[in-house]
């Protein structure tokens, strides 16, 4: 429902539109049923009435005889008492007996058709002049003659009563329809009450605010599950908000240190006059640093890109075993430095992945299995089916626990366990947020674990549907 101009309706003007045409109808539909029921009033009590004088006319034909003068003296007397009742009597020839005065039945008594008994279903009504009559024609057969007998009332005093009565009726309606749609305004406007105050709640909460919860008990029982929605709403926000910050000075701390060192080598070299060969080494020091910052911007490129699901994996038939041994052979060298073994045991049918982006993943951990694992240790790549529809990789190391507290924030970007260390040659800390971004764009899941001097990070996948030959 919305205005001409486009902008919807307030809830009070669409509360008040379906609650003015709720009283108007209904005062409609009561004020047509008063009126019917009044007017079916006045049939019967007509219909009795009409009966009544229609046999009393009769009684007088019988009692008349055949005499004219008689009969007719005898239903001259037949309705006296009666007020505003008229009637006409015609023979079976048509020509007429007797006929009251002050009303001409003649055209009724030509127009009407005879009934067996006055009922206010079958009384008829017309005008004679400025008069409004109602009646019926009936036939009667007395001492070997038939008569027919128009019977009518003046229902003069009926109609100015009924004007009467519906003018008061309308008036009395509308105003009692006018104070009804005051009282539903009033009403309504009180009952958005908790709206106004839970709108000005709600308008209290700024950015430095956001620990704010609005109290559910507060505010009525429709509106206890928008103020719980609300609240965790904000709480999401509350605790994206933080991570922003984190995530701005986390960017801020890791990329002073590469542009600072980067400073500092430069101004020493431009200290003094040296060497050809020293400044070749600046310059390879410095590339370094360089490299490092342009991986890291790459890396938080790449994460931002698939915040906003612009990252979509190629898929194609993979099977884990091969690209685990193809990377083994690119750490190799790597482990064979620091005197560690690279080991693959278990097996998994294959999956639909991409397979430059599940090998980033893989090198992510394995990278990062291989700087926490002591020298003659074993680095431990684990392959393992846990359900009929799922595929898992576990990439596990010996060295440092973890503890409990930092598993459920270990893949955030830039998260450290133990914040104090400088991590030069270790990374930017996006790797293990890279690995769950990759495995989660495959529609799969990342766990770690780390208990009894052991660390594990196992991968999910859905496994490739089986292809029926």
């Not at 600046?282 to 698939?306: F, G, H, I, P, T």
């Amino acid at each position: 429902m919305k205005l001409t101009s486009g902008q919807p309706l307030s809830l009070t003007a669409r509360v008040m539109v379906f609650v003015g045409l709720a009283i108007g109808l209904s005062l409609l539909l009561i004020g047509s049923l008063v009126l019917s029921a009044i007017g079916r009033h006045f049939a019967e009590q007509d219909a009795g009435e009409l009966a009544v004088m229609t046999q009393a006319v009769v009684k007088a034909l019988r009692k008349g005889g055949d005499n004219p003068t008689v009969l007719r003296e005898t239903l001259s007397d037949a309705i006296s008492g009666h007020h505003g009742v008229y009637f006409q009597v015609r023979d079976q020839r048509g020509e007429l007996v007797y006929d009251t005065p002050g009303a001409d039945l003649s055209p009724a008594a030509a127009a009407l058709t005879a009934v067996n008994a006055i009922r206010a279903g079958n009384l008829h009504t017309w005008r004679a002049g400025d008069t409004t009559f109602r009646g019926a024609l009936t036939r009667h057969a007395i001492g070997g003659h038939s008569y027919a007998v128009v019977a009518a009332t003046d229902m003069g005093f009926h109609l100015q009563f009924l004007h009467k009565f519906r003018r008061s009726l309308w008036l009395i309606m509308s105003f009692a329809g006018a104070i009804t749609l005051l009282a539903a305004w009033y009403g309504v406007h009180q009952a958005h009450a908790p709206l106004r105050g839970l709108s000005e709640g709600v308008g209290d909460i700024q950015a430095d605010r956001l620990h704010v919860r609005l109290d559910p008990s507060s505010v009525p029982s429709e509106l206890q599950g928008l103020v719980t929605s609300f609240n965790h709403m904000i709480g999401r926000l509350e605790d994206s908000f933080t991570r922003l910050s984190h995530f701005s000075a986390d960017i801020a701390h890791e990329l002073r240190t590469p542009l600072t060192n980067l400073i500092t080598q430069t101004q020493v070299g431009l200290g003094k006059a040296r060497a050809a060969e020293e400044y070749r080494e600046l310059l390879y020091s410095n590339l370094e640093e360089q490299e490092r910052l342009a991986k890291m911007v790459n890396d938080m490129l790449w994460l931002a890109k698939s915040d906003h699901g612009l990252i979509k994996p190629v898929r194609e038939a993979l099977n884990l075993a091969s690209e685990v041994g193809e990377l083994f052979d690119f750490f190799e060298a790597l482990a064979e430095e620091r005197q560690i073994r690279l080991a693959l045991e278990g097996k998994a049918p294959g999956i639909q992945g991409d397979r430059a982006m599940l090998r980033r993943a893989i090198s992510n951990l394995l990278s990062n299995a291989i700087r926490h694992t002591r020298s003659g240790e074993t680095v431990l790549v684990r392959l393992a089916r846990p359900s009929d529809h799922e595929v898992s990789l576990s990439v596990q190391n010996p060295g440092p626990e973890i503890p409990p507290e930092h598993l459920s924030n270990i893949f955030d970007r830039f998260y450290r366990v133990d914040p104090s260390r400088v991590r030069q040659s270790e990374g930017a800390g996006l790797g293990l947020a890279m690995v769950r971004a990759i495995v989660e764009a495959h529609g799969g899941r990342v766990e770690a674990a780390s208990a009894a001097g052991t660390t594990t990070f196992t991968l999910f996948f859905a496994s490739a549907p089986t292809r029926l030959s």
